[in-house]
């Protein structure tokens, strides 16, 4: 059974960083599409980042050059590193698994129960 | 950026059928998948490439794709049908993930 257990949520200040961890079990990180998706306070969900198993990493737009995806694998670890951080990168933080088909990415399989991140001085 | 428009609400009495859109420009040529979540949970996959359901999915819920628009169905519906409901899509010239605005359903 995969599982995914995130932490490293807290209360930081505007222009602080944090870094999330994403734990994972029955699953090898490293050869799997693995990505973040938060979720603002009462507003949908956000795709946020994404690492390939080959070591490619893809942001959003609205998190390029503040956030850095990254994996450890003797840990079979996901991270979010999270920099200058600003008050709308208040949300929920889940890390999820991303399926594949023939190498083309698909949905978002296996997720955790999420991290909360609040931005507030 | 690709974008996804699903109505803010769709309400439907119990036993009845519920029908949520997702609108995108030419959405029928992108695989689109639909998530449940209900409130302090992370969201469940339902429905994936178009129209399959992963292993523990009720046959209640069903999907399609075509042209501009994609739909999920939830056929008899019951009150632990009452969620959130979001589509998405990977959209491959940018290597970027896309969710829908997100569906509120509620059952009378």
Known sequence: EVQLV???????QPGGSLRLSCAASGLIVSS???????QAPGKGLEWVSVIYSGGSTYYADSVKGRFT????????????????LRAEDTAVYYCATVGIVAG?????????????VTVSS | SYVLTQPPSVSVAPGQTARITCGGNNI???????????????????VYDDSDRPSGIPERFSGSNSGNTATLTISR??????????????????DH????TGTKVTVL
């Open chain 2, 77 to 94: 519906v019951e009150a632990g049908d009452e969620a959130d409901y979001y589509c998405q899509v990977w959209d491959s010239t940018s």
């Open chain 1, 104 to 116: 083309i990415p698909e949905s978002f399989q296996h997720w955790g129960q999420g991290t909360l």
């Open chain 1, 69 to 84: 995806i990254s994996r450890d694998n003797s840990k079979n670890t996901l991270y979010l590193q999270m920099n200058s």
């Open chain 1, 32 to 38: 799997n599409y693995m990505s973040w998706v938060r």
């Open chain 2, 28 to 46: 029928g040529s992108k695989s689109v998948h639909w998530y449940q979540q209900k409130p302090g949970q992370a969201p469940v996959l339902v």
């Open chain 2, 97 to 100: 993930y896309v969710f829908g």
């Open chain 1, 6 to 12: 995130e932490s490293g949520g807290d209360l930081v």
